[in-house]
Structure formats: C-alpha cells, structure tokens
C-alpha cells in the first residue's frame, strides 16, 4: 500500500481557465517537540553520543506522533463543521466521513459527530455499527423537545471510534436548507466536532444549507474521469455562488482514495494536473483498504494500518486548516 504523504506545497496564485481560481496558500507545517522513537542500532548510536539520521519509520513515526497531539490538543470557542462532498457517487464520501469522524473520536475520547445532510435518504446508517431505530428525519421532527446529551443519544449509532452517528432510518422526505441549519444547530450544543455526510446535488436546498454551516471542505476523488469530473464541477459550483462557498473551495482540502480498481497512468497524471490548476491547497492520499472495499459496515479499528495512519495525517490537516480559520476570525 503506497504510504500517505505530508500536504502538498501550494502552488502560483494566477488565474486558471476555466473559472477556477488558483491560491497562494501555503501550509505552515507546526514543528512540534515530540519524541522522536529510536528503533534499533539507530537508539544505541544516539546513546553513545553520535547523531544519526532517522530512518524512515522514525521520521513516519514522529509525523503521526505530531498529527495525534494537534489532533488532541485543538480546542475551539464554538463546535466546527467539515463537509465531505462530490456529486460524483461511489467515490467513497459515506467511508471518508465514518473514518474522520472516527479518527477525531478515537484521539480525543468522542465529542465526534457524523451526520447525514443529503437531500435524500443516503447509506451512512448502513455502513455505520448499530442499528438505531430513529434517526435524522425522527430528530427533525422531535428537535424542540431535546433538551440534553441522554435525549439525543437516543437518535444516534454509537460506533466502537466512540464517534456518534446520525443517518437515515428506513425511508424520509427529503431534507431542505433549513432542516440542515436546524440540525446541526442542535448537535452543536452536544458535540465540539461536526462531520456531514452529503449527497449527489449541490444544487439542492440540503447542500447549500449544509455550506452555511461548514468550516473546512473535504472532496474525495477517484481517479478516474467521472470522480474528477464530479469535483471540478463542484468547485465551480461553489466559486459561482462567492461570498463563504467560494471561499471553502478556495481552501478545499481533496483526498486521492484508491478502491483497488486498476487506476490509468494517463488519469493519474491528469488528475494531478486538474487538481494543480484548482489551485487546491492540499492533497492527500488514502490507500485502497479492502475493510472499506467490501463495502459493508465500516469499523474503524479493522482498517489497514497505512489506512488509519493516512487518515490520522488528513484528519491533522483539517484541524490545522481550522486552528488557522478560527484565529483569523477572532
């Protein structure tokens, strides 16, 4: 499995064809002190005196120690919201969402949780653990009547992560605009940390009321022509609309997964180049997982190492995109 990289350097701020704007954002990557694991001849040479470059698990090992510690030492003045998005289905938004929700839960304890916005009824509750009786469209409709974390959880899968999940039960009306913003108004008051599951139109109500709440945009991509396609699609959707859309795609953070289908060269390095001109200011890979590939119910402690290590090194991402956000607000 190819092994998840640091975020890529952004790149030139000049103007892409096609309407969709590069950025000149550069990630301040944090040197933070942790410490740095000696395996081996490397642990006696440095106890004798002598420096020794680290070897690669070290310097993996040191990277992951950090993402674990931003992770769990952020704290925010107000809850926070991440949107996983692409119009494009089957490029794994549902897993994406269960596995930052869960990364989030398993470091800092819980105070995660992932919930449903799409329009329609999606599978989020199908492939999260537990079978909750109600779900998004019961919470809709009892929302005035919570009044503490004991009620709510009654409406949530609780996930071995120790993340909390709020999906579809059986089948719903769609959601609007305003259903979302009431929603997530009301986990607020219960979770510190917001992930939402969408769906395929962001054209709908659901969509655009779910933007209004989000603080960081993650888009999973394939790569393949019509997940690129779906993507591309959505930045432009969003740099229409200006104002707070246009400025998540502006700081879109876009995940490379993989499913284990054969995967073109040609696309590969197409997509590198699409992504490039977006101007998107960090990348990151996830590798094929066959936990997520069998498409069931996903537990988060049954992905593959290198899999969790990737996200653990996402999820630092996203918090590090929303330390930045949240100071420039204040």
């Known amino acids: 499995m190819t092994e998840a990289p640091l975020p890529d350097e952004a790149h030139g701020s000049e103007d892409v064809p096609g309407g969709v704007p590069s950025v000149d954002l550069r990630i301040n990557r944090r040197e933070r002190a942790a410490e740095s694991p000696s395996f081996g001849w490397r642990a006696i040479a440095r106890n004798l005196g002598f420096t ?3 070897s690669p698990a070290e310097t993996r090992a040191a990277e992951l120690g950090s993402a674990r510690s931003l992770i769990r030492l952020s704290r925010w003045q107000r809850s926070v919201g ?3 998005a692409n119009p494009k289905g089957g490029v794994g938004k549902t897993p994406l969402s269960l596995a ?21 009824a999606g599978a989020l509750s199908v492939r999260s653990e537990g079978r909750a009786s109600v779900g998004v469209a019961e919470l809709l409709r009892d929302l005035d009547q919570i009044r503490g974390a004991g009620h709510l959880a ?26 979302v913003k009431r929603i997530t108004s009301k986990v607020d008051e219960f979770f510190p940390v917001r992930v939402m599951d969408t769906g395929n139109q962001p054209s709908s109500s659901a969509f655009h009321g779910a933007l209004e709440v989000t603080d960081v945009l993650v888009i ?10 779906g993507a591309m699609q959505l930045l432009r959707h969003l740099h229409q609309l200006g104002g707070h859309a246009a400025h998540l795609a502006r700081n879109a953070i ?20 699409l992504i490039e001109k977006a101007g998107i200011r960090a990348v990151y890979h996830v590798p094929m997982d066959r936990h997520i590939a069998e498409r069931t119910t996903l537990t988060y402690g049954q992905l593959a190492p290198a ?24």
Request: charged fraction near 20%.
């Open 220 to 229: 999973p991509v394939l790569d393949a022509l019509d997940a690129l396609q």
């Open 52 to 54: 020794v470059k680290q």
């Open 82 to 84: 991440i949107l996983v």
């Open 307 to 330: 899999t969790t290590g990737a996200i653990t090194l996402l999820t630092a991402g996203v918090v590090d995109h929303l330390n930045t956000e949240l100071r420039k607000a204040q």
């Open 100 to 120: 930052i929700g869960g990364c989030f839960a398993t470091i800092r304890g819980g105070g995660a949780v992932v919930v449903e916005v799409a329009d329609d």
């Open 254 to 273: 876009v995940v490379r997964t993989h499913d284990g289908r054969p995967e073109d060269s040609e696309v590969s390095a197409y997509a590198d180049e």
């Open 154 to 179: 009654g409406y949530v899968s609780q996930q071995t992560s120790y993340a909390s999940v709020i999906g579809t039960v059986g089948d719903r009306d769609p959601l609007n605009g305003d259903d």
